[in-house]
């Protein structure tokens, strides 16, 4: 056919000149990527048994020994709802009378509203989200290493994310350092909003900062609190301070989140060997037992806030002491945190993470072990979806790109194909016939335009076009696009008085000298 | 703890200079790499309706197209068994109660024997077996890319496949293109038995270097005739001359190899788009029928010859016609295989494959893509599981050791982790408290050293230790642990008086000439 004398080289070029974004953004195969549904049953691999004694467990412990709170809110919202509350210990213990009921008020399924209401789309129930890189301090690409996230860079991964589909939520990355704590989170919210249509995150780092970002948000929808109130517009991620303990900014997050209706992940970070047992049964029981409680906080705050149950559990290396991601451990942690979500029935967020310095080999089957152990295990909801290297401290620019292409990969898998009639090609075999081939046939011509996913990164010339072409691994060619797509970004269009707003509200924040930050 | 005071850098240079192929060949978590068995209930693509139909669509083009069979020996057992042939077109059509009732007959599950039976293991019923990179002319390493393969690097695969206990096959690639084509099977077999004790492969490349490689491993094995007959002592692999074609070699391959009694692997190799329909369902009818055609000539000539489905669908791009694989169409019609040969009772055989031209991100995040829907799929038997590279046009030094890592990580997320009572860890928990941490507690010193997998490309040191250390990506540091393991090697023992008899052997068959290869 015509197109194949052009080759792969000059097609790829040609699509790099032109617009690789409009590319990635239009699947060719109709495969979904704003709103991806897993149709596949999830992989179990604790038997029922085994998911009630950790549920057993992780009961026992909340009752008997029970978690720190250091935020004075949230124990005596525990007291008031009939928890045992100490506080000298400042140790909260919850029967599972109370434990139980506030957890099954949480939702199955949250459906979330974006300020481009064509994005709209759900976690939970099948129902599938993906974020950017969240939490890294630091950004790197392959020209200049590792340094410092600035204002810039963090501008520029929103440009990526709002660049791809696949790409859902923005992940709040890599952290601004060149920028004043006390405005940090203005600029941030104000870039998120401004810069991207996606879904907004907000890092929950006291009162203040929280007031601002979720006022910046509801200006950018065009909503009154009222109406703020009433849908989910934005998330935050609750790490808790394992083991066994809340620390203020983050109870806080959970508690004003809660009341402002807006998505609260709670994700305990559960490192096997470190701050939780060596074991992966013992690792999962404080995981379980402290997303359970914050879950039970928004619920006790605000019955049916929507909340996530998060899985980070993952394990170390024994010898250093070093975090490792996407190991065997860590997937077969992900299955079970499935199941224990499911339990519960609540939306489960697991991650798409590694402990790579390079955005090599290791850095991408680590990466494919952390999401088909979530996404085979049912995961709803994938933070640092993309771009996320070095166990998370770092941002990086080329492994931003080779994860798009890993997460539109998984949308193309969750798209199955059909087996109608013409697509058995009955006909088409039978006129081809021994030996023959199939590229020109009509059976082939009608179709092959959509016939199979357009990769983004994956270089399948032969080795001597590709030797010709300067022999470009994967993270060459990741460097190549990622620029490209910087160069061919588009920003979204909003009201010009909503722009405005939102310019007024960050200078007058801005003037007051912002927030005090914890 | 001590161990942690030497640091990764320490501990990984110690394991290089002593024996990375010993800490490799004994897992410390106890996993089973000998006899890895698959404990998931596999992921199902296709409804029943959906199967059906790829099943009947198969049965239609077998009964009124049929599959031209260029042997006459093989269209004659067809003939003989009330098949309808055609000796001027070729062509053999077999009606679906011929068909189906020899296709019952394959086995389900395949006993396979090894020349040390400590190796014994299976394929079928949940049961893997990985087999090294076949195929493959050329081979290629970082130091000096892609050259022509030579009976030294040959045996340098042997080598590496004898040092890691998750390569249960050798795999017959880097082909010794230095070695005339008379004798290289001679060279080739001798070196498989004598330089490994793993599973034999055997190229079926005519009937008398089919007969000779059988010889070699007869005695290899010490046993009889007879005895050699009973049992499955090494494996050939028949790829259709897609579509609707059995060549020559391909067919004598089947028809000798279920006279020995010995695994034959019969391996459409569909390119959805190019030898096969560029619809998914189009592709499988013609991996399917060509597929069943294969075992039922198997079955016709010795009921009960053990027999794999294999599955190797995939895409190629439209725009150029390049193979492409573990695409996601790969890992779509990886499900769909596993539930047609689980639909024929059947093990299934499946690929670790990719088409990068490098050891980088693609090669891995490609070959995720294959693993996932192999071993998801309920694959049996992982063929090309260590070095392929390059569509598997080369077999990778580094991308070898890379597979290893990757085989041993599916091995440890077969190995489910138990929930008893002390892995609950309640005590610790209880006794670390809040902010804690479980480094130095009882709970943790008495596992640590078992609790992990522990990698062999993987590196988790902090960019710090890593930069001082070179900034090595998984490549390099791959390149690095192969050459440690072929220094390392060490020959598996075997009676001097075999060694002598099959050199006596080789010896003869080369003064006779050899073979007329085809």
Redesign the interface.
Known sequence: ?G??K???RG?RREALESSVSQQSNHPVSGANYRAPVNP??P?E??SED?LN??HE?SL??IE??G??ILYDEGREIFRQAGAEVNDETM?VKIDRGLLMESVAKAPSKIELEYRNPERNNAIGKGHVVFSAVGGAPNVSDIDNG?RPGTLEDFKNFLKLSQSFDIVHMVGGAPEPIDIDTSIRHLLVTQADVTLTDKFPHVYARGQGSIDDALEIIRIANGVTNEQFRQNVYCNTVVNT?S???LDVPMTQGIVEFAKAGQLTIITPFTL???????????AL??QNLEALVGIALAQIVRPGAPVAYGGFTS?V????????FG???Y??AAFASGQLARFYNVPWRSSNVN???????????????AL??AL?GGANLIKHGAGWL??G??ASYEKYI?DI??MQ??A??F??????V?????E???D????????GTQ??ME???T???D?L???????GS??EGG?K???QR?NAIYKQILNDYVQPQMDQARIDEIQQYVDRRTREGGVQML
Chains 1, 2 share one sequence.
């Open positions: 056919m197109a194949a052009r080759g792969r097609r596949y049953p992989i691999i604790l085994q004694s950790i467990a026992k412990v008997e020994t978690m720190r140790m590792k301070n083991p066994l303990q096997s060997g470190a701050m939780a047992p060596v074991t992966i049964s013992g029981v404080l394990n290396d024994m010898k250093s002491g070093s975090p490792a190991t065997p451990e997937t077969k402990a790579s310095n390079a955005p090599d080999a290791q850095s991408a089957y680590e990466s494919e072990m088909w152990g085979m070095e166990g401290l770092t080779i292409e890993i990969m998984f193309e898998v798209h199955p194909f059909t087996v109608t013409e697509d058995l090609a009955l088409a075999i039978k081809v016939g021994p030996g023959g081939h199939f590229f059976h082939t179709r092959y335009k016939a199979f996913y990769p990164v994956s270089d399948w010339q032969n080795y590709w030797t022999s691994d994967s993270a990741a």
